[in-house]
């Protein structure tokens, strides 16, 4: 079976290596390099935290447990770890968060200010709020392009074919629905009894190309690196006005979501944010921390972040377009190892799996 997957990020990677890996002829597509997406600007912190339905959070402890598989046979690695993570907000959603995670039995420890919680984390400032804190100590972090490069290492040992600098290559079907393969941007073809469309923000237009309408909540985001410095936090803090997490090399990852609005598109189709952004996320990340010198911005990405228009997870054959199938999530770096084994075994055999019954992309036009 001839398979095309379109996306180099790591859903597509995860996907494409699964299939290889089962046998199938695999060609793996993406239009400038990998991880040049989502992927290559995530904070990719591995969780199941927070009030969300049973199948939801049944998908992302498997998504979890897939990674913690790979730390233990194959690790330690430097760019997957399991620290725990640190969270606090106003403390009604901190409560509330308790509630849901104990629940579903998720390892979630209530603490009744920052200051408690600082034995766990001796990085953290005991001053930074007033609000109680849940530590969740099965939580992890990942470095997307290092697994990608190492998912690309095994797709490339079991035949299948990596394909960079494509553009912008597109799906196609005949009058009947039935996909025929892609078509690059030269106008050339190429035959395909199958074709996995992964590729992040783009996935929505992808579809369109061939007449199915997926909605579309995708957003932007920015990620943004600290230089090296010494005695840096070991676990991934989710704050109100900062995210963090360690990162390969003695440094920090930091993000969050109150500067979206002021992210800019180029001319040239790149992002930017202003020098006030950086500088008042790290001021943030200063002061919840206790370190020995302040932070300093070694660079950032911004772009588009992947997002159903519903929040959740789209995944499975495309309704009306046989042979056509979608994966198109926001939480790709937690889902991206369970996606890959539980879609590629549907791609190949047909039968669909009960973990993906609530994402399938026909919820939209019921």
């Known amino acids: 079976m001839k398979i095309a997957v379109i996306g180099g990020g790591v859903i ?7 299939l290889a890996q089962a046998g199938a002829a695999v060609t793996l597509f993406t239009d400038t390099d990998w991880a040049s997406g989502a992927s290559g600007r995530s904070l990719s912190w591995l969780n199941a935290s927070g009030p969300w339905p049973d199948t939801y959070y049944q998908l ?71 609000s109680p804190v849940l530590f ?6 990942v470095h997307l392009p290092d697994l990608i490069t190492r998912l690309l290492a095994t797709l490339t040992a079991c035949g299948g074919i990596s394909r960079t600098g494509c553009g912008k290559v597109r799906p196609v079907s005949g009058d009947d629905g039935q996909i025929t393969g892609i078509r690059l941007p030269d106008g050339s073809h190429e035959n395909f009894d199958k074709v996995l469309i992964a590729c992040g923000a783009d996935t929505p237009a992808l579809l369109a190309s061939l007449g199915y309408r997926l909605p579309d909540g995708s957003v932007l985001s920015m990620l943004a690196l600290s230089e090296p410095a010494d005695s840096l936090p070991e676990r991934v803090f989710n ?6 997490r360690p990162h390969p090399g003695q440094a920090l990852a930091i993000d969050h979501s109150w500067y979206v609005d002021d992210i800019q598109r180029q001319a040239d189709d790149s992002y930017q944010v202003s020098e006030a952004i950086t500088t008042q996320l790290f001021a943030e990340a200063d002061r919840i921390l206790s370190l020995p010198a302040p932070l300093t911005l070694s660079g950032y990405k911004a772009g588009p972040k992947p997002v159903p228009a519903d929040g959740f997870p789209v995944v499975g ?31 190949l055999c047909g039968t669909r799996h009960p973990m993906l019954a609530d994402f399938r992309p026909e919820r939209f036009h019921q």
């Open 60 to 130: 992302r402890m498997a998504g979890i447990a897939r990674y913690q598989q790979l730390h233990h046979q194959q690790g330690p690695f430097d760019w997957l770890k399991f620290p725990g993570g640190i969270f606090w907000s106003d403390p009604k959603e901190v409560t509330e968060w308790h509630q849901a995670e104990t629940a579903h039995g998720y390892a979630s420890e209530f603490y009744p200010s920052v200051d408690a919680v600082s034995a766990i984390e001796p990085r953290v400032n005991p001053q930074a709020s007033d």
């Open 239 to 244: 704050t109100p006005r900062v995210a963090l």
């Open 317 to 347: 054959a495309v309704p009306g377009y046989e042979g056509c199938f979608v994966a198109f999530t926001h939480s790709g770096a937690t889902l991206a190892l369970i996606i890959g084994e539980l879609l590629s075994g549907e791609i």
């Open 12 to 18: 597509g990677v995860s996907c494409a290596t699964h």
């Open 136 to 141: 969740n100590p099965g939580e992890g972090w």
